[in-house]
């Protein structure tokens, strides 16, 4: 009896996977960027544009991110830096580069209200003291990929009038109010980064393929542009201000639609982050992130719920199988079909997002997931206390 019933949970598990694999390599793989890149290619009057960071304690980060964002290729923006409470001389460096860079503006968060997190209130000052509608948000220690990410963003952003012939056809139409970039961890040797490369590129190709079926549901900080007057109707991070963090996904989950949201897979438009060097600063960094999944809409949680339980069920009940002394063309059989669509799903997904993963260790790299899945999700369901930096 046992037996069947891991063959029951098993199918199910396959066959819930490969649905939601298959679908969103069918979706990544239809998907081009002709207004996005038209746009891109055709700005002449481009709105100006705020690029927001919160900083604490990233000096040494903020050397190496400032010059990259002087030198985008963009006509009109500012540089919003939040100093966060540092003490490293951040604060020091910064009004120093001011001096030779007008379009910087410096923001100081000198304490932290007891009842929102450093991070959410960093950003929300960043955010009011913005000059233009246009927001672009990333991280001190992350870096653009090329001079023209101010400018595909901001296109993506702009991306709805395209489908308009008349001019007052254009005006008529709402225009994005959320683009959702991509952010890679640059490359490095070992098993941590091959894992943190595979699960950043996993994440990534779901909110992407899930915003194109009409159902965003997350983005990233690392790259992510909105409407300062959108943000401020909304009242910004009010509704879960008590959630240590969030201050990306959440605003996102709450508010994003397939009508106001734009993705952007460009090459010019990705940002680089710093990856984590050892597994104890990535269980936390992760902890933290995935922490305020049980904030997401019913509908989110369960869906991104099933899928990773049914991701655990595979695995176990691919061990009792094999341990159960099942007919081994069959277990194969299994592992092809489950294997194939997310082979395809990924590959897919490398490939739009010009990010190489190494597709040999995928076995290895997906059961991993299982003890990422298993340790930090409980972890980060029962966290309570989550804290930025």
Same mark, same amino acid.
């Given at each position: ?49 705020? %690029?927001? %960071? ?22 009109? /923006?500012?540089? %919003? *830096?939040?100093? !966060?409470?540092?003490?490293? @001389? ?27 997190? @450093? ?7 960043? *955010? ?21 990410? *101010?400018?595909?963003?901001?296109? &993506? ?17 709402? $225009? ?18 091959? /894992? ?13 393929? &899930? ?23 909304? $009242? ?11 201050? !990306?996904?959440? /605003? ?13 897979? !460009? ?25 305020? @999944? ?11 719920? &099933? ?15 094999? @341990? ?20 395809? /799903? ?28 298993? %340790?930090?999700?409980?972890?980060? *369901? ?8």
């Amino acid at each position: 009896m046992w037996l069947w019933i891991f063959w029951v949970c098993w199918i199910i598990a396959i066959f819930y996977q490969s649905a939601i694999y298959y679908y969103g390599y069918r979706l990544l793989n239809r998907h081009e960027e002709d207004e996005a890149t038209y746009v891109l290619k055709n700005q002449s009057l481009p709105e100006p544009v705020s %690029v927001i %960071v919160c900083a604490h304690n990233e000096k040494e980060n903020l050397m190496r991110l400032l010059p990259a964002l002087y030198a985008q290729n963009y006509k009109r /923006f500012e540089i %919003v *830096i939040v100093n !966060d409470r540092s003490t490293d @001389g951040t604060l020091d460096y910064l009004l120093q580069e001011k001096k030779r860079h007008p379009h910087l503006k410096v923001v100081w968060a000198r304490f932290r209200p007891n009842h929102i997190s @450093g991070k959410k209130y960093a950003l929300t000052l960043g *955010i009011r003291a913005a000059t233009y509608d246009k927001l672009l948000l990333t991280d001190a220690d992350c870096l653009p990929s090329s001079r023209d990410w *101010i400018r595909g963003m901001s296109a &993506a952003l702009d991306s709805a009038a395209l489908s308009s012939v008349t001019l007052e056809e254009t005006n008529s139409r709402k $225009k994005k109010l959320f683009v959702l970039g991509y952010s890679p961890y640059e490359k490095h040797k070992g098993l941590l980064n091959s /894992f943190i490369r595979y699960e950043t590129l996993h994440t990534a190709a779901l909110y992407f393929s &899930a915003a194109l079926a009409g159902h965003p549901y997350m983005g990233v900080g690392r790259n992510l542009a909105y409407r300062k007057s959108f943000f401020m109707q909304k $009242k910004g991070f009010f509704k879960h201000i008590q959630v240590m963090g969030g201050d !990306d996904d959440l /605003f996102v989950n709450e508010h994003a639609m397939h009508s106001n949201t734009a993705i952007s897979l !460009d090459e010019r438009t990705k940002v680089y982050s710093s990856p984590k060097k050892t597994w104890k600063e990535y269980y936390r960094q992760k902890t933290r992130h995935l922490s305020v @999944g049980k904030y997401y809409k019913s509908f989110d949680k369960k869906w991104l719920g &099933a899928l990773s339980f049914s991701h655990i069920i595979f695995w176990l009940g691919l061990l009792g199988l094999i @341990g159960g002394g099942s007919e081994p063309y069959l277990i194969v059989s299994g592992l092809i079909v489950k294997g194939f669509c997310q082979f395809l /799903f990924l590959k897919t997904a490398s490939r739009k997002l010009n990010d190489p993963i190494n597709l040999a260790l995928l076995p290895i790299l997906d059961f991993l997931f299982v003890i990422y899945y298993v %340790v930090l999700g409980v972890s980060a *369901i029962s966290s309570n206390n989550t804290r930025w930096n």
